[in-house]
């Protein structure tokens, strides 16, 4: 049973392009988290999603952030236009059944904006 | 502010020394999540304690909870150089649909002198 799995590890992107993480859950978990962490501080909630559902985005910026987890196929998170701002790690956890139980990680992307 | 906040920040000991770590949290929760993250890592699953527990064990770590002064501590015991790693608390927070995503502090850097 593999472990989550992101993807890419490291993303170089210019300002003004587009950057796309991947995430793929443990088999036969359907709660997916996205998190961001920037040096030397703690993970940042960013949205929470079900297979399909956007349960919980309230920590996702409103503008140029998106995330999706669709019937078939990984977890992407979107960020469109970067800018040097959101160079950080960008973590993705996986679970069975949400907070009542523990959460598997990726090893996390790391974006860098150029 | 963050729903689980760490104490301290950055702790260092002697190899061989006992390490303690604190957790305080704000709203009524479910249950208690420690990790580890060695740098540039993802996040390992230590040890989640329900709320309704008071103390567990695995191996050389020790967690305790206390839900009437919301805080939670980490006991690693005899420390060995390995265990230098950030630790995080993770709490369980209910969202508006009923579901609970897990909220985490912003971690406490422990480092081993060997």
């Known amino acids: 049973n593999a472990g989550v799995m992101q993807n890419p590890r490291h993303l170089v992107r210019r300002r003004g392009q587009e950057a796309r993480l991947r995430c793929s859950p443990m088999k036969g978990h359907s709660h997916v988290y996205w998190y961001r962490q920037l040096p030397e501080e703690g993970l940042k909630f960013m949205v929470y999603l079900q297979k399909e559902n956007i349960i919980d985005e309230s920590g996702m910026p409103k503008e140029r952030f998106s995330a999706e987890f669709p019937k078939e196929g990984p977890s992407i998170l979107r960020i469109q236009q970067v800018v040097r701002g959101d160079s950080a790690a960008y973590f993705c956890a996986s679970s069975l059944t949400g907070g009542r139980t523990e959460a598997f990680f990726g090893q996390g992307t790391r974006l860098t904006v150029v | 502010s963050q729903q689980g906040e760490e104490d301290p920040q950055a702790l260092s000991i002697q190899e061989g020394e006992n390490a303690t770590m604190n957790c305080s949290y704000k709203?009524?929760?479910?249950?208690l999540q420690w990790y580890r993250q060695n740098s540039g890592r993802g996040l390992v699953h230590l040890i989640l304690i329900r709320s309704n527990e008071r103390e567990k064990h695995s191996g050389r770590l020790r967690v305790t909870l206390d839900t009437s002064k919301k805080s939670s501590s980490l006991l690693i015991t005899a420390s060995r150089a390995a265990d230098t790693a950030s630790y995080f608390c993770a709490t369980d927070s209910e969202t508006n649909f009923g579901n609970e995503k897990l909220t985490f502090g912003t971690g406490t850097r422990l480092t081993i002198i060997p």
């Open positions: 709203t009524s929760i479910n249950n």
